[in-house]
């Protein structure tokens, strides 16, 4: 049940997460179609129009959000990707009006087009890049960077976040304990042991991270090593990690 619902929670959230790109393309689309730019108003009926800015508003507002989401390595990377996102939208309205317009088959006109979106592009990435930059102020504490275990608590509810106890991998999803309750977020065991870093904790098992301090006790049964965690549970130490969780001092 709780499973289901940690779930359902996650859900929600990232169906939130694709209400504004969705409001957005909406709310431009209907302007474009009742104010009908760049001679659509004349040249297009109300169908026609509606269909021709639904399909650019749509192309431009989605990868937009997608790239605005994605985590790139290097700036090189990200402007990369905005330059191919300024081409591919080019060559669609350009391949549109041809097909809709007279008059649109030059190539000449496809460079006036990439400058148009171009100049865009450079305003829109420009907006991200400050919304970036205060996000990353706000991570801040005076003086220092947040903690990566306070960064990493960021994916779980308010209600749930406080210091880890374990994490435990579920399918596709993480079961994330704290002493204040559990939750469950989109991501690989992997990715989350390597985002915590240097935070006083071992992954004892292909499917299971443990706390340091929230380890309470230690027992074998048939052979195989337990910890006994803050919240009751046990979790099962694999062959592999017993070395490094004897080194850590957990038994």
């Known amino acids: 049940m709780g499973k289901r619902i940690g779930v359902v929670q996650l ?19 209907l302007i474009c179609v009742i104010a009908g730019p760049f001679g659509t108003l004349a ?15 749509g192309a431009s507002v989605g990868a937009s959000t997608a790239l605005s989401r994605k985590k790139t390595t290097s700036a090189s990377q990200r402007l990369f ?49 400050l919304f970036d930059h205060a996000g990353r102020e706000t991570t801040k504490d ?3 960077e ?10 779980l509810p308010l209600a749930e976040r406080g210091p ?6 579920q399918d596709h999803y993480l079961k994330v ?9 989109l991501m690989r065991l992997s990715d989350a042991v390597q985002e915590l870093g240097e935070t006083a904790g071992l992954q004892v098992h292909r499917s299971h991270w443990v706390a340091l301090e929230a380890v309470t006790a230690h027992r074998r049964e048939k052979g195989r090593d337990l910890l006994i965690l803050s919240d009751g549970a046990e979790v099962p130490v694999s062959r592999g990690n017993r070395g490094a969780a004897q080194e850590a001092g957990l038994f």
């Open 43 to 57: 040249a297009l009926g109300p169908a026609a129009r509606f269909t021709y800015w639904a399909i650019v508003v």
């Open 177 to 185: 304990v704290t002493d204040r309750g559990a939750a469950l977020i």
């Open 146 to 155: 947040l903690d990566p275990q306070t960064l990493f608590l960021r994916r």
């Open 142 to 144: 005076p003086g220092r």
């Open 11 to 29: 859900a929600l959230r990232e169906k939130r997460g694709l209400m504004i790109p969705l409001a957005i393309w909406g709310m431009a689309t």
């Open 164 to 169: 880890l106890v374990r994490i435990e991998a």
């Open 81 to 129: 990707l905005w330059v191919l996102f300024a081409v591919l939208l080019s060559l669609l309205i350009w391949g549109l009006n041809a097909l809709v317009f007279e008059g649109w088959q030059n190539v000449a006109q496809l460079g006036q087009i990439l400058g148009y979106v171009g100049a865009v592009v450079v305003v829109v990435h420009g907006i991200f890049m």
